[in-house]
Nanobody, 123 residues
Framework: QVQLVESGGGLVQAGGSRRVSCAAS????????MGWFRQAPGKEREFVAA????????DYTDSVKGRFTISRDNANHMGYLQMNSLKPEDTALYYC????????????????WGQGTQVTVSS
């Protein structure tokens, strides 16, 4: 059984930075792709970033490239999403997820999901 718990969300001003974290239980974490998704009110859940098991392969949606950085610490079963130059349109509930497949943008490829952490960017 794998459990994911996100933390680090909150209110931040536009242009600011925030790091959200994902704590994973179970041995699966270090062999799985980790992804971050987000869902804004009234919108569908969308892919943000993904990182393969070793950390050597990453993928980002275009709207966050150059601003967000995904990383992981397999020894401590932790994943991170560093968000810089935040914009009001980044406001969303941010979810981390694990997939047994290579990095993917399809949420159907992800087997385990956290409950999300809210990030609100004020203008």
């Amino acid at each position: 059984q794998v459990q994911l718990v996100e933390s680090g969300g909150g209110l931040v001003q536009a242009g600011g930075s925030r790091r959200v974290s994902c704590a994973a239980s179970g041995r699966t974490f270090r062999t799985y792709t980790m992804g971050w998704f987000r869902q804004a009110p009234g919108k569908e859940r969308e892919f943000v970033a993904a990182i393969n098991w070793s950390g050597q392969i990453t993928d980002y949606t275009d709207s966050v490239k150059g601003r967000f950085t995904i990383s992981r610490d397999n020894a401590n079963h932790m994943g991170y999403l560093q968000m810089n130059s935040l914009k009001p349109e980044d406001t969303a509930l941010y979810y981390c997820a694990l997939s047994p497949s290579p990095p993917s943008r399809r949420f159907s490829d992800y087997a385990y999901w956290g409950q999300g952490t809210q990030v609100t960017v004020s203008s």
